[in-house]
């Protein structure tokens, strides 16, 4: 094997932080090198020094045993350097083909669209997949527009690949599919550069793998002396359990009901189509499926911020069909949204006034006058430490904190009986661990356990199948807004999950 791309000593500065500290990093022909490392640990950095969106600091990089300097991302893709990123860049209006050849070398002045659809139809059967160029992006399936990301920079001439995330949004058969393009782009000498949180898929798919931490590289290794709990450890510099603690479940009784529930989509499209589940309490009901299937919808109607068009939302026995989202919070309900820094927080507020935007009207933190602060702030150091959130003080600025400790943040706001002292009956998480370190990872799992063996009902939505595995005691898929089957954990696999989350099942409901 060849080296393709050689870094040697990158550093790379921001103002106050040193994101890249001497990172030596070396990618083969004929190999998938996965990147581990921890939010902010300096990955993507790296990825993007390597494909021309930064200038290093100091170092150098080689491209195919060449010495070079990028000024932006076309110097390096005239170099055969390509990068799908996590959120897809296409136009969802223009078609596959358009999409493909936008900006193409070999675009002529009048395109031959007969010409390119068959060049564009020969590449993507030559990986195995089955794409019609005339459709149009909004059509495709996650799993379509990811493929049709790789045929762009293929179709450029990339051997060099840089896939950030690349199975976050795709079933289990579709994640299958991508590992066979990979292998095949590998025997034809490509190098692929493979950025994940998911150790299993490390292990399956990877050669050699790099793990980085605070900057600098910790370890590189071959993917087979290694295993998911060194690479783990190596991530966060200490012991870390990847598989959560779980007794079996005690469920008592029913928490909130969903009965024939349906909601349009901010498009107005419909989301939910006469959608029934039920939550018991002590239980965690597992919400699998592609992401964009109703599962946002779900949790926003439950929580009293979307409205329903038909059905209803029963918990604890009462109606809260289409009531305010404080009604439901006053009920018991705590709510994690899928887009922490986004939904969840309030960036230009400090730590304290974020942690108490549910409780501060209510006693004994308010008279119904005024504020007591006093005892705001000594509850506030009291949950920033039992959740072991990492800030200077409850008076810094959210935005300020990284992912993982936002996360914890907001656990704390909504699990911690801030309004009636007592812990959460229904707690609605989404997504609760995207983008988020094993470390930040294993902490959400620990604490929505304890919750459930506290009695709370839990509804928690995933793309993460091995996550939904772990911690589910029930799983429900959902598929265009429908319920396409409910599995009892012991029945429930991989493959009769993907099969629920796949086309090829009729629709229930």
């Not at 170092?59 to 390096?76: L, N």
């Not at 959210?398 to 936002?406: D, H, K, P, W």
């Amino acid at each position: 094997m060849s080296d393709l791309v050689v870094l040697k000593g990158i550093v790379k500065r921001f103002p106050g932080v040193l994101a890249n500290d001497h990172v030596d990093f070396t990618l083969r022909s004929g190999e998938v090198h996965a990147l581990l490392g921890e939010n902010g640990a300096g990955k993507t950095t790296l990825m993007n020094v390597l494909y021309g969106l930064y200038s290093p600091d100091e170092g150098e990089i080689y491209v195919k045993g060449k010495r070079v300097r990028f000024k932006s991302p076309r110097d390096a893709i005239e170099l055969g350097i390509g990068m799908v990123h996590q959120n897809f860049r296409l136009v969802e209006s223009h078609t596959v083909l358009e999409n493909i050849v936008l900006g193409a070398s070999d675009l002529g002045f009048k395109i031959d669209f007969k010409k390119y659809g068959e060049k564009i139809t020969r590449l993507a059967e030559s990986y195995g997949w089955r794409i019609d160029p005339y459709a149009r992006i909004w059509q495709l399936s996650a799993g379509e527009k990811q493929q049709v990301e790789l045929l762009r920079i293929l179709y450029r001439g990339a051997d060099i690949l840089i896939l950030d995330e690349p199975t976050s949004v795709l079933t289990p058969h579709e994640t299958r599919e991508l590992f066979k393009a990979l292998r095949r782009m590998t025997s034809e000498g490509k190098g692929v550069i493979f950025i994940t949180h998911k150790l299993n898929e490390v292990m399956e798919v990877s050669d050699r793998v790099t793990v980085m931490r605070k900057g600098k590289v910790v370890i590189t290794k071959k993917t087979s002396e290694t295993n998911p709990v060194e690479l783990a450890n190596y991530m966060v510099g200490r012991l870390v359990t990847t598989t959560p603690s779980k007794s079996a479940s005690r469920p008592n009784g029913v928490i909130a009901q969903i009965i024939d529930l349906e909601a349009l989509s901010d498009k107005g499209t419909p989301a939910l189509r006469k959608v029934n589940l039920s939550i018991r309490r002590g239980e965690i009901l597992g919400i699998a499926g592609v992401s964009g299937n109703g599962q946002v919808e779900l949790a926003e109607v439950m929580a009293g911020l979307r409205k329903a068009i038909g059905g209803r939302v029963i918990i604890d026995g009462v109606d809260v069909t289409n009531k305010s989202s404080r009604e439901i919070i006053e009920l018991g309900v705590a709510y994690i949204p899928p887009e922490n820094v986004k939904w969840g927080i309030i960036q230009e507020m400090r730590v304290v006034d974020n942690l108490f935007l549910k409780a501060y009207r209510y006693p004994p933190y308010s008279n119904k006058l005024f504020l007591r602060w006093g005892r705001i702030f000594k509850e506030a150091e009291k949950l920033v430490k039992e959740f072991g959130v990492i800030t200077p003080s409850i008076f810094t600025k959210a935005r300020s904190l990284s992912g993982g400790n936002i996360q914890r943040l907001i656990l704390a706001r909504e699990l911690s009986g801030l309004i009636g002292g007592k812990a959460p009956k229904l707690i609605i998480a989404a997504y609760p661990t995207k983008g988020l370190d094993v470390a930040a990872a294993s902490f959400v799992h620990s604490t929505l356990l304890k919750y459930r063996e506290l009695g709370s009902g839990i509804l928690f939505i995933s793309e993460d199948l091995d996550e939904i595995l772990k911690l589910s005691d029930r799983i429900a898929v959902m598929l265009e807004g429908r319920v396409t089957g409910v599995l009892e954990r012991g029945e429930a696999d991989v493959e009769k999950i993907g099969l629920l989350m796949s086309k090829a099942i009729p629709h229930s409901g």
